[in-house]
């Protein structure tokens, strides 16, 4: 039992955040329903899950270095570690709503700290530090996810400014640069992805479902720029109030216009060239993009007054949670079997 979890330890993925990302906006999903009692159970689950991934990415560090470089050099695994960003980011949201202002400024703390360390660490250790070229052909979905952390970090200072008394411009300015710099990275980031979908074979295993993300990084973008445009008057958002908001509306018709072809690439993937489903971690990398474009429409129909938008990502929520309860429990059954098969395997242990 010890040394089966200690492999999956080693090999634990870097995007395993992804679940706290995933629980979290699902359940601030929940609570824009009224579900309370589903929104704080997804709550617990989520902070739950925080915390034991904490514990296991801390003993990897403790444990095993190599494994971790090896993570930090992979241009197909590096990004990943931006999960951590972003599912701080979300739970820090997630219990601002429930009231806990203090915890969540901490959660901010910690964010824009890591983001800004990844920012700087993961491109130049996965791309540039590279002696192989070309490093574009390792491009994948799990690159948006440095787009994710990015404005995960201004969802949760503009949503943090109506309940501080002092600092509002301090996080007015933060928001509003962190979501800048989401926008642009996506620019860039969907060229070097779109470059490498059209320069290298393409195939039906190359289409992981961290290509999800493509469309959760709109979603976000277009939730951060929502809760920039309700904060209250300040410098920054002043100057560029107007401009966020046309731009978050023109990334939620991408981000919807995206979803009939990631469907697409889905059944391409699974029912044409008939790859098994099977539970991945990255699975959670496509219930983060379904419940942020739920949340993302909310939030978008209420600040710029579009009813439809609203009426959609209210819809689109069940659609989230419905995805939510599938993998969660494929998640279960994954770590049950593992249990199992470890038990039979070592008996008496």
Request: charged letters at 10%; aromatic letters at 12%.
């Amino acid at each position: 039992m010890s040394r089966r979890i200690r492999d999956g330890v080693r090999t634990l993925n870097p995007g395993y955040f992804a679940l706290v990302m995933a629980t979290g906006i699902v359940s601030v999903g929940m609570r824009n329903h009224n579900l309370d009692i589903v929104s704080d159970l997804l709550l617990w689950i989520a902070a739950a899950s925080y915390a034991v991934l904490l514990v296991l990415s801390g003993w990897r560090v403790v444990s095993f270095r190599a494994e971790l470089r090896m993570d930090f050099s992979d241009p197909s695994r590096g990004f990943g570690f931006f999960t951590f960003v972003a599912g701080t980011d979300v739970l820090g949201t997630r219990l601002l709503l429930q009231g806990h202002r203090d915890v969540a400024l901490a959660f901010l703390a910690v964010g824009w700290l890591s983001w800004l360390i990844l920012g700087y660490v993961i491109p130049w250790t996965a791309q540039l530090g590279r002696a192989e070229r070309p490093v574009l052909a390792a491009a994948n979905g799990t690159w948006f996810i440095w787009i994710v952390a990015s404005q995960s970090v201004a969802v949760l200072a503009a949503a943090l400014e109506p309940s501080v008394h002092s600092g509002r411009q301090g996080l007015a300015l933060l928001a509003v640069f962190c979501w800048s710099v989401g926008v642009l990275l996506y620019a860039g980031t969907g060229i070097f992805v779109a470059a490498r979908m059209l320069l290298y074979p393409l195939r039906p295993a190359d289409l992981t479902p961290p290509y999800w993300v493509a469309m959760g990084a709109t979603a976000i973008s277009v939730l951060a720029g929502a809760r920039i445009v309700a904060m209250a008057d300040a410098p920054m958002v002043d100057a560029t109030r107007g401009l966020i908001a046309g731009v978050s509306v023109v990334f939620w018709v991408f981000g919807t216009w995206l979803i009939p072809a990631l469907v697409a690439a889905g059944w391409w993937r699974h029912v044409t060239h008939r790859i098994a489903l099977r539970y991945d971690p990255t699975m959670w990398s496509v219930v983060f993009p379904l419940g942020m474009y739920g949340v993302a429409g909310h939030y978008l129909g209420l600040a710029d007054h579009l009813s439809v938008v609203s009426d959609i990502g209210h819809d689109e929520t069940w659609v989230a949670l419905g995805a939510w309860i599938l993998t969660f429990a494929a998640m279960c059954r994954h770590l049950l079997r593992c249990t199992r098969s470890c038990s039979a395997a070592t008996p008496g242990s």
